[in-house]
């Protein structure tokens, strides 16, 4: 489970939610209204006040690095630092068993970044947070 208390992220009142295995939540509101500030905020990536739990255990009882191998933030526009995605991906993983629910064929891990589509990039970056 995923437990938000009292999350206070730059202009927006304070948040309190819960997600249970299994579950989703969307968040939703229009350009600029604070999602991606929330959800970052969530990963760890920008200094916020309030408390976040996952499985019982608060942010701020593991390192930064520890906290991240869990709770993951994909960005609307993931930043690639290679030309391939395989370039970006954790070496020893095995790949196929997350591409294949994303409808992503393997040969796309050797494509240049930049002649894949928007929604290969995002999907692809959501393999390489998976891994």
């Known amino acids: ?20 295995a299994g579950e989703c939540l ?6 600029g209204s604070g999602k991606s ?6 990963a760890d990536l920008d200094p916020c006040e309030g408390m976040v739990f996952l499985e019982g255990a608060e942010r701020g009882e593991m390192s930064a690095r520890e906290w991240r191998r869990h709770v993951r933030f994909v960005a609307a526009e993931p930043a690639w ?11 020893s993983v095995s790949l196929e068993h997350l ?6 064929d393997a040969a796309l891990l050797d494509r240049e970044v930049r002649l894949l589509s ?14």
């Open 118 to 131: 928007s929604g290969e990039r995002q999907r692809l970056a959501l393999v390489r947070a998976l891994a």
């Open 99 to 104: 591409m294949g629910p994303l409808a992503l």
């Open 81 to 91: 630092w290679g030309d391939t995605p395989r370039q970006t991906m954790p070496p």
């Open 1 to 20: 489970m995923l437990r938000v208390d009292h999350l206070k992220v730059r202009g927006l009142p304070p948040l309190s939610f819960a997600v249970s």
């Open 37 to 42: 500030l929330i959800l970052r905020a969530i």
């Open 26 to 31: 969307a968040i939703e509101g229009p350009s």
